[in-house]
């Protein structure tokens, strides 16, 4: 069975950068599964899938455009110190999550100082090239409660 939309697609993938460093993997684990078509991967990675068939590897280079976006310099601000509690010990690579006119965002900590703290809320794989070497391990019809949910259930899909 190829690839098509509304069809339930297992993974197995692992993810670089063009440093060499490994981001992300299923290595070891369950394969990803998820639903075709549906947007819930990366569009590059996605449209690079249609048609192929389980037994199939492959290679998929990513440019910022179609994965994570590019880095939006008016996503990083500088926030008042005192614009956190007193008693949190603000450093950098701490997270948190705010509300922003685009609904709720999540930030990470860049820099600190004594009067002020720079956040930066791209995605931390925003402005990568990201470089996908994935194996299709089964490819099969998703159920009708698949198709309503837009999601896969069961092995590598929710649970509820
Ligand atoms: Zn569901």
């Known amino acids: 069975m190829q690839i098509a939309d509304d069809r339930v697609v297992l993974i197995h993938y692992t993810l670089t950068n063009d440093a060499g460093e490994t981001l992300d993997s299923s290595a070891g684990s369950e394969p990803l599964a998820y639903l075709h078509g549906r947007g819930n991967l990366i569009q590059g990675l996605e449209s690079k899938l249609a048609g192929r068939v389980a037994g199939d590897k492959l290679d998929v280079r990513v440019a910022p455009g179609d994965g994570y976006g590019h880095v939006d310099p ?16 603000v450093r950098v690579g701490m997270r948190f999550q705010t509300q922003s006119e ?5 930030v990470v900590v860049t820099h600190v100082s004594d009067e002020s703290v720079r956040v930066d809320g791209n995605h931390p794989l925003a402005g990568q090239y990201l470089n996908f070497a994935v194996e299709i391990t089964d490819v099969r019809a998703a159920s009708d409660e698949e198709l309503a949910h837009g999601h896969v259930h069961g092995a590598g899909g929710h649970h509820h």
């Open 102 to 106: 685009r609904g709720p965002q999540v």
């Open 74 to 89: 008016a996503l990083t601000q500088s926030v008042p110190r005192s614009a956190f509690p007193d008693d949190v010990d």
